[in-house]
């Protein structure tokens, strides 16, 4: 059997998604309780996959994981096993061909932070609308070796005003690249880089690199599939990105005071 799991994390004390050896990782905490609940032994031998893999600092609200299972699974059983800061909200049985990366349909993230001082939204907004469709994103990525970094961007909401929330929706996306798009409006929203220039930036052409926004205010929100309904209810996700957003405001007030 196959199942697909729907994850939820806070990431703030992990050294991000991936396991690595001897660091704490949200990846490392699910595979540790995965295989004490009897539903597998090895990653590899179980086919095991994610959606997306987040960096150190970054959450989530609907992560997906997908494996080859032993026994069906129980949700309560694995989420006794797991820290507060870390749980699955639902799980699907799949066919055993479904590949949790090729076929996602749709990824979308939420990046929360302070609005800087002076930030013009409307300047913003004008700049973000420039990025929507196919482009060649690799001056808002970091680089990985060997893969392509072409790509559409289908979704940028701007909104809010002493809290501004940026929502992005994709089939896919680079490293780092939502972070570095966040930092690279918010350059522009506060008049560090002109629209030219953000314009030349994302035709290719020679000009200054956005630096990425801080982790912590980054959440992976969706990541949808045809055919795939998980069986939570659409208010948990909801609730747990409400508290991360508000985990998110507290932290950013408090390093203002």
């Not at 609005?115 to 060649?136: E, I, T, V």
């Not at 909801?238 to 932290?251: G, M």
Request: hydrophobic share 40%.
């Amino acid at each position: 059997m196959r199942y697909a799991f729907q994850v939820a994390y806070d990431g703030t004390r992990y050294f991000g998604f991936a396991r690595q050896p001897s660091l704490l990782t949200v990846e490392g905490e699910l595979l540790k309780a995965l295989k004490e609940c009897g539903l597998c032994q090895e990653p590899a031998e179980a086919r095991y996959q994610v959606a997306a893999r987040t960096d150190r600092g970054v959450s989530a609200v609907c992560q997906v994981i997908a494996l080859d299972v032993l026994k069906r699974p129980n949700l309560r059983a694995l989420n006794a096993r797991l820290p507060p800061d870390i749980a699955i909200l639902a799980a699907v049985e799949v066919p055993s061909s479904f590949d949790v990366r090729r076929h996602a349909t749709s990824r979308s993230y939420r990046y929360v932070c302070e609005a800087p001082r002076s930030f013009n939204l409307s300047k913003a907004r004008a700049a973000a609308k420039l990025m929507l469709g196919m482009h060649d994103f690799r001056n808002f990525c970091k680089h990985e070796r060997g893969k392509p970094t072409i790509g559409e961007l289908e979704q940028v909401k701007i909104g809010g005003r002493k809290i501004l929330t940026f929502n992005f929706v994709a089939p896919a996306f680079l490293w780092q690249q939502v972070r570095r798009m966040v930092g690279a409006l918010l350059s522009v929203g506060v008049g560090k880089l002109d629209f030219h220039s953000f314009k030349q930036m994302l035709e290719q052409r020679q000009g200054p690199l956005p630096s990425p926004a801080p982790p912590g205010g980054l959440v992976l929100v969706r990541v949808d599939y045809h055919g795939v309904k998980f069986r939570s209810s659409r208010r948990l996700p909801a609730k747990f990105a409400n508290l991360l957003s508000r985990r998110i405001q507290q932290e950013t007030a408090a390093s203002c005071r």
